[in-house]
C-alpha cells in the first residue's frame, strides 16, 4: 500500500515526539518557577542558533536547486522564516537588559549549540528530503515548546508582546512550510530519493540535541 506525504510526516511527527517529561526547564517555565537569566541565556544562544541553521538551511536550498526542487523550495521558506525570526529576537533581547554589546561578546555554551551544529551537519551530507522529515518532526515540539514559554512570559514574567513576537512566531502555524514539506516529500516518494530510516535517525538526534538545548540553558554553562 502505497503511503502518502501527509502520512510520512505524521508518522515522523507521532514517532519522534519528546516523551513527556523528558524536556525539564520549559514546564518550569509554564509554571513561573523557573529563573529570569534563563531568558538572558535563550536570546544570547538564539542569536548563535538562528545564524547557523539560516546557513545550513540556504546551503540545504542550493545543494536540492537541480534535482530537487520541491525540498529546496521547503528550504528557502526555512531560511526566510531565520530571517524573520533574528529580527523578532530583538524585542526579547532588549527586554532581558542585553545590548549589541552583550551579543557579540556571549560565548555559546556547548550544550545550547549541539542542535544548529548537527544542522550543517545534515547541510553537508544528509539527502535533502530526508532532511525535511526530521525538521518536520523537530518542528512541531519546538513550536509547542514555543508556547508554553510564550504564554508564560507573559502570565508570570510580565514581558510585553514584543517581546514574546519570538515565541509567537513559531508557535503560531505555518501554512506555506507545511505545504512545501508535503511537496517535498510527495516528490520524495516518487523519486525514490526518501529513505525513513535514515530521516528519522536525522530526527531522533535532532530532537536530542534540542533537549540538550533547554538542559543547558538551566544548568552548568559547559553542558
Request: hydrophobic content about 45%.
Given at each position: 500500500m502505497t503511503r502518502t506525504?501527509?502520512?510520512?510526516?505524521?508518522?515522523?511527527?507521532?514517532?519522534?515526539?519528546?516523551?513527556?517529561?523528558a524536556n525539564r526547564l520549559v514546564p518550569r517555565i509554564a509554571a513561573g518557577e523557573a529563573p529570569r537569566e534563563v531568558f538572558a541565556a535563550f536570546a544570547l544562544e538564539q542569536h548563535q542558533v538562528i545564524t547557523s541553521d539560516r546557513r545550513s538551511f540556504a546551503h540545504l536550498a542550493a545543494r536540492a536547486a537541480a534535482s530537487?526542487?520541491?525540498?529546496?523550495?521547503?528550504?528557502?521558506?526555512?531560511?526566510?522564516?531565520?530571517?524573520?525570526a533574528l529580527s523578532l529576537l530583538g524585542p526579547l533581547t532588549a527586554a532581558c537588559g542585553l545590548d549589541e554589546e552583550a551579543v557579540r561578546a556571549h560565548e555559546p555554551r556547548p550544550g545550547c549549540q549541539a542542535y544548529p551544529s548537527y544542522a550543517a551537519w545534515l547541510a553537508l551530507g544528509a539527502e535533502p528530503v530526508d532532511a525535511v522529515v526530521a525538521?518536520?518532526?523537530?518542528?512541531?515540539?519546538w513550536g509547542g515548546y514555543c508556547a508554553a514559554v510564550g504564554a508564560a512570559l507573559?502570565?508570570?514574567?510580565?514581558?510585553?508582546?514584543?517581546?514574546c513576537g519570538?515565541?509567537?512566531f513559531f508557535a503560531g502555524p505555518a501554512p506555506e512550510?507545511?505545504?512545501?514539506?508535503?511537496?517535498?516529500?510527495?516528490?520524495?516518494?516518487?523519486?525514490g530519493r526518501l529513505s525513513e530510516p535514515p530521516a528519522h535517525r536525522y530526527g531522533r538526534l535532532l530532537q536530542a540535541y534540542e533537549l540538550m538545548f533547554w538542559d543547558a540553558l538551566d544548568g552548568d554553562h559547559s553542558m
Open positions: 506525504a501527509q502520512e510520512v510526516l505524521a508518522d515522523a511527527v507521532r514517532g519522534l515526539a519528546p516523551a513527556e517529561g530537487d526542487p520541491a525540498s529546496a523550495g521547503f528550504f528557502e521558506s526555512l531560511t526566510r522564516g531565520e530571517d524573520l525538521l518536520t518532526a523537530n518542528f512541531a515540539a507573559r502570565e508570570h514574567y510580565g514581558f510585553d508582546n514584543p517581546a519570538f515565541f509567537d512550510l507545511e505545504e512545501r514539506a508535503v511537496a517535498a516529500v510527495t516528490a520524495g516518494l516518487e523519486s
